[in-house]
């Protein structure tokens, strides 16, 4: 029950926030916007003024796509360490942004000042987490050391049960629980990161360290409620991607090429937006159900 | 024993050696008594090569390949070209590989053994015993033949390259004293190299296999007879004419599957043979189905398929050094049990390698010194085989609309290549292996479609019936495929394959400059005038009388020459076709029209595949912009969706 109602007030709560979703979609917005700058002016560079373009607009062609590639490797180098850099910024910024999140999240209901002034208390919030989030994604590196050396211990494991690679079904399956097991570990450590950033907002602590040590205690002895609570999520999100996919796939064709590039881009733009709206959820649920541990 | 028997004798009644007879001369004629030992991973064997001296010269010494001792150890010409051993032969003793000679006589004349004596005719490598001579009492002399007996014991190695074992899977390829090839009066027997394959004489094979009882054995040629030895062995034995090579392999795990396969038109009459790997049992529709086609495809286009029998042999996963190599009738693939539907991998290499039973098999080039005549003319052969089954742009990779040719896999290859050999080349000489592959596999190709864009499909279908009816049997040079392109064509096309074939230069067309101006009403004292208009008439006379001076100019960037096709489109709808010999470094094209240039396109029919860039091959005048945002919008949104996922 403790795990649907903190569901149920997350999916409430991150609906009540349209400005903080706008912030996390304009966040994104931004630095795809920078790719897209530097990726339309390599294109008009490389093939804007060859009849070849023209193929761009119908599918993915991959002979041009290998054309491009081979005659401007240089170009789609820089470009690669372009998208590289972004990515580095992208987590700053969203390092500095969970302070903002989590403070809007925890204001009690009687804070009407601090919920009229929205930004300001936003942007205080995330000013005043940063250091700390910083100091806890660095202590994370531990639980990612972790991460790479289980999929090290995988390695002979496979071996033992594909035959030394000679039983291929075997190979193949032992392939996907792989990724199975990756994709677990990677949801696990975001999880504990998750409340490791609730306790120090709700603490207020000073100690990142300990808070993240005690919040993979809380993890572990509530394993299986916090792991449903994440699931519930998780599976909200996957309902989402289906609904986009189905969505983009059954666009109506437009007679107007500029129908037809900006259509697609609002419902892509949507997609964004609710991956903002589920973020906001996530946080919103855990606290929920962090405050309600707390409770007891 | 009496179904065996049965087996046997329906075999030699539905043999029709009728198709095959007289096609070439049996230069060697080999019977071979081959028994494998499991135990030791070796085959125990006797051969009786007779051999006919087809030339005019006395010979003294005879040489043979030994192509085994190229695993025997780091020091062999293979490994040094390789560059070091692979790891699965290094790791224990026993998983090295060579072959002895025991014993070689003359029959019922003297013993010869003691006159062998390695020799190294390609390089300076004292340690390379894949090439030996042994000198022959007296000379044989010119049409004479001489029979040896020959004793002698392989050693598998694992299987890394070609030929070899993986646990109880045995591919015993390049396994026996082979003969080299007397040719133009000069033994040409070269070693063992690490990009080279073969080249051998035609001829006939008998060869007596056994094995343990329970082993499903599969191997060049016809089935003629099968035995139980009592020891808990089978001998069976295999007889084909007109190859030049027998392998064989045997496995307990196999599942044999044997299908007729009949063809109108052409003539085709043949069994098909699939030895499959249990865990590959749910890919057996892919193996067939692609060999059909290829079947079909060769022999429709070159000829008929000649020989009774076609074997496909899909190793187990450990064994795929040797998946994806041909031998006369018999040849391998490879297949994952797990490979999805719209991935081609599987089909291509089938139809490639049963491609090689026509271009190696049966038209014997000289794979050592020009590699392109089979791996090449074989690869263009593929690249259509696998347009036609497989769809134009999907005959690769054709999954969720997601679609890339085989075609573009070869071009890629090429585009990206370093051109530093050109595809006529000694195979051991390149630069390394991978330029070796690209020249002679991928350029090799492409020049062939060139040449059929050049000369139109239904001549370069006359050229390569033709090449195949005429070579079929025996052993062409590349001098010989351009005389008789030249033939059928009525062409000179020497300025073709002298680039082509013999340098490793660039072939780059590209439209360099594309320009439209107004032209502007003369002004200044200009003989003829007729005096001044009123300026509201002048006004509307301009407009009426606009002219634009249209500009295009096309530049050659690479070294090659090859003659151009260029489409220039106009705002009216107006299009200009125009031809260029290509010979300049520029040419300009000037037209004064009353509308804009649109366009302009070098090779507008993609017709010159071997062009180097085809982005520069096309300019407009406006470049259109809502491509490019298209292009660059999706990937934002892929770039905004991988960001919203890693972000939290």
């Not at chain 2, 029959?107 to 004292?126: R, W």
């Not at chain 2, 195979?427 to 292996?433: I, L, M, T």
């Not at chain 2, 350029?443 to 390569?464: Q, R, W």
Request: charged fraction near 20%.
């Amino acid at each position: 029950m403790k795990v649907l109602k903190s569901y149920g007030s997350g999916i409430k709560e991150a609906t009540l926030q349209p400005k903080m979703i706008f912030i996390l979609w304009l966040r994104n917005f931004i630095f795809g916007l920078a790719l897209f700058y530097v990726f339309f002016r390599f294109l008009t560079w490389s093939i804007g003024n060859s009849v070849l373009a023209d193929s761009l607009l119908e599918r993915f062609d991959f002979s041009v796509f290998f054309e491009i590639l081979v005659h401007h490797d240089e170009a789609m180098n820089l470009l690669l360490m372009v998208g590289f850099v972004l990515i580095l910024l992208y987590f700053l910024v969203s390092v500095f942004l969970y302070g903002g999140i989590l403070s809007i999240l925890t204001l009690p209901p009687e804070a009407k000042e601090e919920r009229r002034r929205l930004a300001q208390t936003f942007f205080q919030g995330a000013g005043k987490f940063f250091g700390r989030f910083f100091r806890l994604s660095i202590y994370a590196l531990l639980l990612w050391v972790a991460f790479f050396l289980i999929n090290l211990l995988l390695n002979p494991l496979g071996k033992l049960l594909t035959g030394n690679g000679s039983n291929e079904w075997m190979g193949f399956y032992f392939f996907w629980i792989r990724v199975a097991i990756g994709l677990f570990l990677v949801f696990l450590i975001r999880m504990i990161l998750d409340y490791s950033r609730i306790e120090i907002v709700i603490l207020d602590s000073q100690a990142v360290f300990l808070s993240f040590l005690k919040t993979i205690k809380l993890v572990f002895q509530q394993f299986g409620k916090t792991l449903a609570l994440y699931y519930l999520l998780v599976l909200t999100g996957i309902i989402v991607i289906i609904v986009f996919w189905v969505a983009n796939s059954n666009l109506p064709s437009f007679s107007s090429t500029w129908m037809t590039v900006f259509i697609p881009f609002l419902v892509a733009q949507l997609f964004i937006a609710f991956q903002g709206w589920l973020k906001i959820a996530f946080q919103s649920a855990q606290l929920v159900f962090y405050l309600s541990l707390s409770a007891i | 024993m009496s179904k065996i028997l049965l087996l046997v004798m329906v075999s030699l009644l539905t043999f029709s050696p009728s198709s095959l007879a007289g096609l070439s001369e049996p230069i060697v004629n080999y019977h071979i008594k081959a028994k494998l030992i499991p135990e030791e991973k070796s085959v125990l064997g006797e051969e009786e090569l007779t051999w006919i001296n087809d030339s005019n010269k006395y010979i003294s010494e005879l040489q043979f390949h030994l192509y085994l001792n190229a695993f025997k150890n780091s020091r062999s010409t293979f490994m040094k070209e390789r560059g070091g051993v692979p790891r699965r032969l290094k790791s224990n003793r026993k998983n090295w590989g060579y072959i002895e000679i025991d014993k070689i006589q003359v029959k019922d004349g003297p013993d010869l053994t003691s006159t062998i004596e390695y020799i190294q005719p390609d390089d300076d490598n004292k340690d390379d015993q894949t090439v030996a001579r042994v000198t022959l009492p007296k000379p044989v002399p010119p049409r004479g033949k001489i029979t040896l007996h020959i004793d002698f014991y392989s050693k598998l190695s694992r299987v890394v390259f070609r030929s070899g074992y993986h646990k109880d899977f045995y591919f015993v390829a390049q396994w026996f004293p082979k003969i080299g090839v007397l040719w133009k009066g000069e033994w040409n027997c070269h070693q063992y190299h690490s990009n080279s394959e073969f080249f051998a004489n035609f001829g006939v094979y008998r060869v007596e296999i056994t094995v343990p009882e329970g082993f499903v054995l599969g191997a060049t040629g016809k089935r003629i007879d099968a035995t139980r030895n009592g020891d808990d062995t089978i001998t069976y034995t295999h007889f084909q004419e007109n190859v030049h090579d027998f392998a064989w392999t045997a496995s307990p795990d196999f599942l044999e599957f044997r299908q007729e396969y009949s063809l109108e038109n052409p003539p085709v009459n043949t069994e098909m043979i699939l030895l499959i790997h249990p865990s590959h049992r749910n890919q057996r529709w892919r193996y067939l189905s692609s060999l059909k086609n290829a079947i079909e495809f060769y022999s429709q286009n070159y000829g008929p398929y000649p020989y009774p029998t076609i074997t496909l042999v899909d190793p187990p996963l450990g064994g795929l050094g040797a998946g994806g190599m041909e031998y006369p009738t018999l040849f391998t693939s490879f297949a994952f049990s797990w490979m999805p539907k719209g991935v081609y991998m599987t089909e291509m290499v089938t139809i490639h390698e049963f491609g090689h039973g026509y271009w190696y098999g049966i038209v014997g080039s000289n794979e050592f010194e020009e590699a392109w005549l089979d791996e090449g003319i074989n690869s263009y052969s593929e690249i259509k085989a696998m347009k036609k089954y497989y769809g134009e742009d999907s005959s690769m990779f054709n999954i969720h609309g997601v679609k890339i040719s085989d075609q573009v896999f070869h071009r890629v290859r090429i585009i990206a290549s370093s051109r530093l050999d050109p595809i006529l080349k000694n195979s051991w000489e390149y630069y390394n292996g991978a330029t070796y592959g690209i020249n002679v596999y991928s350029k090799a190709a492409f020049m062939l479609l060139t040449l059929e864009n050049y000369l139109g499909e239904d001549v370069m279908s006359d050229i390569m019936k033709t090449f195949y009816e005429r070579w079929k049997f025996k052993h062409p040079t590349s001098q010989d495929f351009i005389a008789l392109a030249e033939e059928v064509s009525g062409q000179d096309l020497s300025w073709f394959f002298d680039q082509f074939l013999k340098s490793p230069d660039k072939l780059d067309y590209a439209i360099g400059r594309l320009r439209s101006r107004e032209v502007e009403r003369p002004e200044g004292i200009l003989e003829g005038e007729q005096g001044l208009f009123e300026e509201t008439e002048r006004e509307e006379a301009q407009e009426q009388d606009k002219m634009y001076r249209n500009e295009v100019v096309v530049v050659r960037k690479g070294e090659l020459i090859f003659p151009q096709d260029i489409l220039v489109t106009f705002e009216g709808g107006e299009e200009i076709r125009e031809q260029w010999d290509g010979k300049e470094r520029w040419k300009r094209f000037v037209y004064l029209k009353p509308y804009r240039l649109r366009s302009a396109q070098v090779d507008p029919d993609n017709k010159v595949l071997l062009d180097d860039n085809f982005l520069n091959n096309s300019r407009v005048l406006k470049p259109k912009k809502i491509p490019l945002l298209k292009c660059a919008l999706d990937l934002m949104f892929k770039f905004q969706a991988f960001l919203a996922f890693v972000s939290f």
